[in-house]
């Protein structure tokens, strides 16, 4: 019906209605917003703690975050500006969507060897002013943490962009789902995926890092390799039912990204251990 | 914007590409907010409201001021609802499970709400329909028989009170409220259900007024009321010294009720009766030598017929009162009435039939009588049959004369109807009473009959120019499509040359009087038929006063002029016509300083007794809403799981942290 009253259409005709409005008391809002809340804590709740427990003690490192959060967030946005042109397409259709990960994953490793340059000169330069105040140089659990720092600002640039955006609705009453993954709510899938993706990002970030300063090929081509690989593995959710395998995929690639990284930190300080027994 | 767009393909792709495809069609979203548009479903319906009289209310309503949430089952006569839920019914089961509902009182405790099906094509099998009861106001008839059946298929369901909401479907949701059924049925084992939410709050339960003279004391309804509108023709010169002719007045009445206050059609009754009022002035006003008459012919449409007669009420207590709205009107000099009722119908065999019920002075009403036959046979072309009303009823049927002649007994009276001992028409007062139902030739033939007998009785039988009134179907046709379709509705070319409608889809509810009762009220508070049918009056009992040209409102303010199609234009025509509106409303209703008052029960005024005072509930927004929700249980297992991930990362990453930090100094 096309003679609305009031702004959200239908109904009633204007048809000579007391138009009294009168105030409606607060409709009963707590149990839709915890739902909302699950949704974020479950992609971002991590990364909260990882804030809380290491990053929020040191200044230097949430201007890290915060820095690392809008360049990776710029780049998202240069990609879908950029893919702006090729609009409309059919979403789901594989091919369109291959190509799209393709060049995001190729655009965004592109950007990490240039993040490190960044932080190369940055690393420089906070040396050469540790040396001038006689304060010790950045150790190499500093430049780890300044690494993860680095990592959780892409870790969230991708959970805010990916799934936060999408979670209005889910603070309303309603849930939505989707033909082709029924057994998990869209919110639930889209949080679940972001999770792994800023488990991936944060941790892949100290990998890579590690692996310039090192010059470890192995390093180096692991963290584009498991990028790719994950982002095709969401692929798989465009089969039906697909997502019940796609994200027990997604998470093993996680947990490989988390085995990974503990395996070279491990060594990195085993072998600073060893040289600083040795020294002695 | 598009930036966002891309942005959401990028995300629909890169993360996840999921393809929204229901039941295979491709549902692309654009936008966030387009995904919440397919989530929360708006439902089209018409809702039943709050109306309030003196002793208690009637109609639907959420009970209390929060909105009503439940799951949609499908209505099986044979099933228990295990808990609370809104129920899908068909209209042809409608008044089972209300009846149903008064009986059984723990099944009525477990009904949240009510959604009606719109009548498909196919389920044409309905016989009859009427929530209106089986004598229509037989309180107001001027006889005793009360038990008599006008009114057969009546059930009474409008006239009683629900505590929950009910809605009509419109015929898309209806297909859309199906599917859903269908998917919740099919899913029954799963953690979520399609829930429909139900938007009808009245102020008159939030603030606790259940009758009308506390919720107009608290200002939380307004009561009902219209305009009526009277004509002349010719326009009767009032500052004239002439000896004022006998009246003839024909009635009709423009509003209709039904259970859902959105859908009154009211095509049979009484739409046809106004179409046909409409279409005999037209035929007449090409008359010549209207003024040598002996007689003045006076038209009348009233509102407010279906909530106890406001408007006949009204209009005789204005004529007592010699007010400004009635001035020009003698009620000494009134001859006869004829009202025009339900003519829609009167289509049998191929023949058009009408009954004349008659009431009062045998003598005058047999006059008419004869008119009525002499038009009949100077159509003759047409096969039509007229004759009197069954002598085995116990009066007129329900209708204005009725109560006209409760007030002035004096007066005799004639209602044309298609239906003798029983209405014809099998959907009274509701939402089926469409333009299906009514007949366009039995219209014409109507308004010819009416048009020619008022020649006659106007110029005492004398039949010398009957032939050249004549009237035009393709008027009939397209008042039709004005008042009775929602295409082209109130937008139609007709409607747009007199007025600016506020709306296209008509509907004939009489509402709520909005301001103070005036006879010459602010447009925007009178509804659009009314105003309509005050400017096509108007203009077809006009006499053009001066050049054409001439722009009003600003210079029309001579004697008897007016200014008419003010609205439509933009600039107005001035002519000269009698035409006027009359409030319609309660007669023991007063408007005083802004707000309503209940007078006192009057007992000279014959038929207060009987007069229930109906007031409308206020009401803010009024919607209905469908979407998915997940059970309490799985959120809470969200929440929880979000805050058990948070928390043990928390203690990962400070065993993580104790774990390098005993590494490196292990010394």
């Given amino acids: 019906m096309e003679n609305s009253v009031k702004g959200d259409g239908l109904m009633v005709p204007k048809n000579l209605q007391p138009f009294k ?20 804590l479950l992609a971002l709740g991590p990364s909260l703690s990882l804030f809380i427990a290491v990053i929020a003690k040191k200044p230097f490192l949430i201007l890290t975050l915060l820095s690392s959060t809008l360049v990776w967030l ?26 799209i990960i393709l060049t995001s994953v190729a655009f965004q490793e592109a950007l990490r ?9 940055l690393e420089d330069i906070l040396d050469a002013f ?20 680095g990592g959780m600002g892409h870790g969230v640039a991708h959970a805010v962009f990916f799934c936060l955006s999408l979670l209005t609705p889910a603070f309303g009453p309603g849930t939505y789902y989707v033909e082709k993954c029924s057994q998990m709510s869209f919110f639930l899938v889209s949080a679940v995926i972001a999770l792994a993706f800023v488990t991936i990002h944060t941790l892949s970030m100290v990998i890579a890092f590690n692996g310039y300063a090192e010059g ?60 600083q027994g040795s020294s002695f | 914007m598009a930036t966002v767009t891309s942005l959401l393909l990028f995300v629909l792709c890169a993360s996840f590409g999921l393809s929204f495809s229901d039941s295979g069609q491709e549902n692309s979203f654009e936008s966030v907010p387009d995904l919440e548009k397919s989530m929360y479903m708006h439902v089209d319906g018409y809702p039943c409201v709050r109306v309030l009289n003196l002793s208690g209310e009637i109609g639907c309503s959420n009970p209390s001021r929060e909105k009503v949430v439940a799951p949609i089952v499908r209505y099986k006569s044979a099933d228990e609802l295990l808990k609370s839920a809104a129920v899908l019914v068909s209209i042809d089961e409608f008044e ?34 009427s929530p209106d009861g089986k004598f229509p106001q037989a309180e107001f008839a001027p006889y005793q028989s009360n038990n008599f059946t006008w009114n057969p298929p009546g059930s009474g369901i409008m006239w009683k009170a629900y505590n929950f909401p009910v809605f009509l479907l419109s015929r898309t949701s209806t297909l859309i409220l199906q599917e859903v059924v269908m998917k919740n049925e099919k899913t029954k084992k799963s953690n979520t259900e399609n829930v429909a939410e139900f938007n009808v709050v009245m102020q008159t339960t939030k603030s606790g007024t259940h009758d009308s003279d506390s919720c107009l004391k608290e200002e939380t309804c307004l009561p009902l009321g219209g305009y009526s509108v009277w004509s002349a023709l010719p326009p009767i010169n009032i500052s004239s010294s002439q000896k004022s002719k006998p009246v003839i007045v024909t009635m009709t009445s423009m509003d209709s009720a039904s259970f859902f206050r959105d859908k009154s059609l009211g095509a049979d009754s009484p739409i046809s009766g106004l179409i046909t009022l409409l279409a005999a002035v037209d035929a007449l006003s090409y008359l010549d030598g209207l003024d040598e008459l002996n007689k003045q012919l006076v038209f009348v449409v009233l509102t407010g017929e279906s909530w106890g007669y406001l408007g006949t009420r009204r209009f005789v207590l204005e004529a007592d009162q010699h007010s400004d709205s009635v001035r020009g009107l003698d009620f000494a000099m009134i001859e006869t009435v004829m009202e025009i009722g339900s003519v829609g119908k009167g289509l049998s065999n191929g023949v058009k039939t009408f009954y004349s019920h008659t009431s009062g002075d045998t003598l005058a009403t047999n006059e008419t009588f004869q008119a009525l036959l002499r038009a009949q046979d100077s159509l003759k072309t047409e096969s039509i049959k007229i004759s009197m009303a069954s002598t085995s009823n116990p009066g007129v049927p329900p209708s204005s004369l009725m109560t006209f002649l409760r007030k002035k007994s004096q007066i005799s009276g004639v209602v044309l109807e298609d239906f003798d001992t029983s209405f014809t028409n099998k959907f009274y007062h509701s939402h089926l009473d469409d333009l299906s139902n009514v007949n366009s030739s039995a219209i014409v033939t109507a308004a010819s009959l009416v048009a020619r007998t008022l020649y006659l009785l106007a110029n005492d039988q004398n039949a010398s120019a009957i032939n050249a009134i004549n009237v035009n179907a393709s008027l009939v046709e397209e008042l039709l499509g004005c008042l009775l379709n929602c ?34 009220p602010y447009p925007a508070y009178v509804s659009d038929v009314s105003r309509f049918v005050w400017n096509f009056l108007a203009s077809k009992t006009s006499i053009f006063s001066r050049n054409i040209t001439s722009a009003c ?23 000269i016509s009698t035409t006027r509106y009359v409030p319609a409303y309660s007669t023991r209703l007063k408007y005083e300083s802004g707000s309503w008052t209940v007078l006192p029960y009057n007992s000279s005024e014959e038929m207060s007794a009987a007069d229930p005072v109906w007031t409308e509930s206020n009401w803010d927004t009024i919607s209905l809403r469908v979407y998915k929700v997940q059970n309490t249980a799985y959120d809470g297992l969200i929440l929880l799981s979000g805050i058990v991930v948070t928390v043990l990362t928390y203690l990962l990453i400070l065993i993580t942290r104790a774990f390098i930090r005993k590494a490196l100094k292990w010394d």
């Fill in chain 1, 74 to 99: 710029i780049s998202l946005i240069v990609l879908s500006g950029l893919w702006r042109a090729f609009l409309p397409f059919k979403t789901g259709s594989l091919w369109p969507c291959t190509l």
């Fill in chain 2, 553 to 575: 409102p600003n210079d029309c303010n001579g004697v008897g002029e007016l200014c008419i199609r003010e609205e439509a234009d933009g600039k107005g025509i001035c002519v």
């Fill in chain 1, 21 to 40: 409005p009168f105030s409606r008391s607060n409709t009963r809002s707590t149990a839709f917003e915890s739902t909302g809340i699950g949704y974020t």
């Fill in chain 1, 130 to 149: 540790a040396d001038r105040v006689s304060k010790p140089r950045l150790f190499i659990t500093d430049k780890m943490q300044i690494a993860l720092a």
């Fill in chain 2, 96 to 129: 089972i499970l209300l009846s149903r509902l008064s009986k059984d009182l723990d099944f009525a405790g477990k009904v949240a709400g009510i959604l009606v099906e719109s009548r498909t094509e196919v389920s044409n099998g309905l016989k009859g329909f």
């Fill in chain 1, 113 to 121: 060897p240039l993040f490190w340059k960044i932080y190369k000169r």
């Fill in chain 2, 487 to 520: 295409k082209p509705g109130s937008s139609c070319e007709l409607m747009k040359h007199y007025i600016s409608p506020s709306a296209t889809c008509p509907s004939h509810y009489v509402g709520v009087i909005l301001g103070e009762p005036s006879s010459v």
């Fill in chain 1, 216 to 275: 470890n090929k192995v390093d180096q081509y692991f963290v584009p390799a498991v990028h790719l690989i994950a982002a095709m593995l969401t692929l798989v959710n465009l089969a039906q039912g697909g997502c019940i395998i796609g994200i027990p995929l997604l998470y093993i690639m996680a947990l490989l990204t988390m085995g990974h990284c503990g395996k070279m930190v491990w060594r990195r300080l085993t072998e600073i251990r060893s040289r």
